[in-house]
């Protein structure tokens, strides 16, 4: 699988770390109930088709990045970069 990197183009997927499912919303305080952090935790779908991931290229520019792809057929549909300096660029 080639993932695009935004920063150094196109790369093999063993240059990366997946860190999660880009769509799970954490817990807004330490307070939050409990079930909402074992939530965040532990819980996680298994979807079929487009799913929200996302990326380290940990072995090159250290970007995080949230993938579109689909888990039946590994195509990726888009790829961005995410961290404040890209949220800030596409205000
Ligand atoms: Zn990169």
Redesign the pocket.
């Known amino acids: 699988m080639i993932i695009n ?1 935004p ?2 183009g196109p790369r093999d997927v063993s240059e990366f770390t997946y860190l999660g499912d880009a769509s799970v919303k954490r817990p807004t305080s330490e307070k939050a109930a409990r079930k909402s952090w074992e939530n965040l935790v532990y819980n996680r779908d298994n979807p079929l088709g487009k799913h929200r991931e996302l990326w380290h ?1 940990a072995f ?2 250290r ?1 995080t990045m949230e993938v579109v792809r689909n888990t039946k057929t590994h195509e990726i549909t888009s790829v961005k970069g995410r961290g404040p300096y890209f949220e800030e660029t596409s205000k």
């Open positions: 990197c920063h150094c290229h090159a520019c970007l």
